[in-house]
């Protein structure tokens, strides 16, 4: 019997749907989440796929774990929290094309695509749905390059970014974030101001309802 979990790398933790689904058939929960954990050290801050193996007869289990979701990894190689809320206007990292080749490798075999390039264009997509920059470019754009600028690097399966080059993708996402934080500063004052003004006129007309009545009084 199969049961597939997704938990997070070398954190696994008794919750109640893993208990839902093995407390019944009495297996120990405390040496799954142990073995699991063990298993998966290697991809902590990550949720990793895992399929446990049962023998309901024997209690006894196996354990497969599968490599992390395409965009876990991509997270990891970039330190990232979260992706972008908005992948349209803001953008959240800035990555290199071997960096996009490195976790290709890592998919590829899991992958049905049977040429490496299919699989390098696999994560770019991912990385667009994220709301990433890939050399300082749109997705897109570098999609487009793959068989000019990027041909040596994917087929040599290059892995290594260069100090230099790390940090100019660095400095120039820098200055990207840099002028997203100020455009979202000054949504924020235009929308703080636009409610005030409201605010302001709600006031301004209960102010004149008072002082109707008075008026009238005053012209009898």
């Known amino acids: ?20 689904q093995l407390g019944p058939m009495g297996i120990n929960l405390g040496k799954v989440i142990s073995d699991v954990n063990q298993a998966t050290q290697d991809f902590k801050g990550m949720n990793v796929p895992v399929i446990l193996d049962i023998d309901p007869k024997t209690k006894e289990f196996s354990i497969s774990v599968s490599s992390p979701p395409t965009s876990e990894l991509i997270k990891k ?26 976790i290709a ?31 300082n470019k749109d997705p897109k754009q570098v ?50 101001a636009e409610e005030a003004k409201k605010t302001s006129g709600q006031e301004s007309e209960e102010e004149k309802k008072k002082e109707e009545p008075v008026e009238k009084e005053e012209k009898k």
């Open 1 to 20: 019997m199969e049961i597939k979990l997704l938990v997070e790398g070398g954190n696994m933790t008794p919750g109640p749907a893993v208990a839902q």
């Open 77 to 102: 190689e970039l330190k990232l929290e979260k992706a972008s809320g908005d992948r349209m206007k803001v953008k959240a990292g800035n990555i290199a094309i071997e960096q996009i080749i490195k």
């Open 105 to 135: 490798k890592t998919k590829h075999p899991n992958m049905l695509a049977r040429e490496f390039k299919s699989a390098v264009k696999s994560v770019i997509g991912t990385c667009m749905s994220l709301g990433l920059l890939i050399e």
């Open 143 to 192: 999609l487009e390059e793959l068989d000019s600028k990027y041909k040596t690097e994917i087929e040599q399966q290059k892995t290594e970014v260069s100090p230099e080059k790390k940090e100019k993708l660095e400095k120039f996402f820098a200055t990207i974030q840099a002028k997203q934080e100020a455009e979202a500063k000054k949504e924020e004052e235009e929308k703080a």
